[in-house]
């Protein structure tokens, strides 16, 4: 199994290890704790460790547990925030540190073996994203609702004119959504340069699960919604409303969308294709720093709302398995693999 540091060309793990801080740790120790601020990530040379979170109610539950080659806190890289889980140290650990602000001034040199580095981060972010959903669909839901009738594999916006211009005035609107947060004119208009506009009913699809990804789009107007579909049954995983991006994920990794997206309302989109949204992602330009900056923060804030719904169900689960009298690990074998 290749790991973290396996995955990285020689130049950019030469580059991290440059500002990384050997740590160990041992059996028993506590890495970070729930609330604190979350400083920075750690790779695991050797060892392993176990994440607890606390549900509604007190009770803690292991959520992951990590070997040799993983690295945690990566989310701290991108944004300091609190540490959303208490982590142990299972075995003996030996590995290294490494400090938000180092990372922020490698990334910032803005060479390619930075701009890969700052990649390996979005890519295991996305992974975990896929992981957390995956746990989410997992979890029962009252809210999941009969599958409406669609077919995957086919792009919705097949057919649909791409403009230039909206009806109102689009391109004065741009600079106040959060997508384009730091972004200046110059910058906003290097992106245009590659994207147009499409207007999708209400109902309309955007994408499709087993769709190859086409585009990105930010929601210019309006809202959409994602879903997973399974088993005759679908679960809403986001609502995205103005100034979000969708569709980003599947044309980073190069794989085919696993969900659908839908216009919530008659809704405006900007549509950036796949190719040119890799070509300005990893451009040395500056406003493929905004984009490699807001396609990030996209990521967190997924993970926070994925976050926020499993917790939801685990209380949930927990009172259902208390009232079969059944603990609350053995109703949810299997689903918990990852913070």
């Known amino acids: 199994m290749t790991t973290f540091l396996d995955d990285l060309d020689p130049e950019s793990r030469d580059l991290l290890l440059s500002v990384a801080r050997p740590v160990s740790h041992p059996a028993g120790a506590t890495l970070v704790r729930h609330g604190d601020p979350a400083r920075g990530a750690f790779v695991l040379r050797q060892g392993g460790v176990e994440a607890v979170v606390t549900l509604p109610g007190g009770e803690s539950l292991v959520v992951a547990k990590l070997g040799a080659g993983a690295v945690f806190g990566e989310m701290a890289l991108v944004e300091q925030g609190t540490c959303t889980a208490t982590v142990r140290a299972s075995a003996a650990v030996e590995g290294w540190f490494i400090a938000h602000e180092d990372f922020r001034a490698l990334v910032a040199r803005n060479d390619p073996a930075a701009i890969r580095l700052q990649h390996a981060v979005t890519l295991i972010l996305a992974e975990k994203l896929a992981a957390l959903n995956a746990q989410l669909l997992a979890c029962p839901a009252p809210e999941d609702l009969p599958a409406r009738t669609i077919v995957a594999g086919v792009d919705p916006l097949a057919g649909l ?63 959409a919604e994602v879903l997973a579909m399974q088993a005759g049954r679908e679960r809403r995983i986001a609502v995205v409303g103005p100034g979000q991006l ?21 809704s405006a989109l900007l549509e950036i294709p796949g190719p040119a949204f890799r070509e300005i992602y990893f451009g040395p330009g500056r406003a493929s720093t905004r984009l490699r900056a807001a396609v990030q923060r996209s990521l967190l804030a997924s993970m926070g709302r994925t976050n926020r719904a499993l917790t939801r169900l685990l ?17 949810l074998a299997g689903q918990l693999t990852s913070v």
Do not use: N
């Open 161 to 223: 004119p791409r403009v230039a211009s909206l009806p109102f005035e689009a391109r004065a609107f741009l600079p106040k959504l959060p997508f384009f947060d730091h972004f200046t004119e110059d910058e906003i208009d290097a992106v245009l340069a590659y994207a147009a506009f499409v207007e999708v009913p209400r109902g309309g699809g955007v994408f499709a699960a087993g769709t190859p990804p086409a585009a990105a789009f930010v929601v210019v107007r309006g809202a």
């Open 246 to 266: 969708i569709g980003f994920l599947g044309v980073l990794r190069e794989r085919a969308h696993s969900s659908f997206a839908f216009a919530r309302e008659s």
């Open 315 to 331: 209380s949930q689960a927990r009172l259902h398995a208390s009232r079969d009298e059944k603990p609350l690990e053995a109703a």
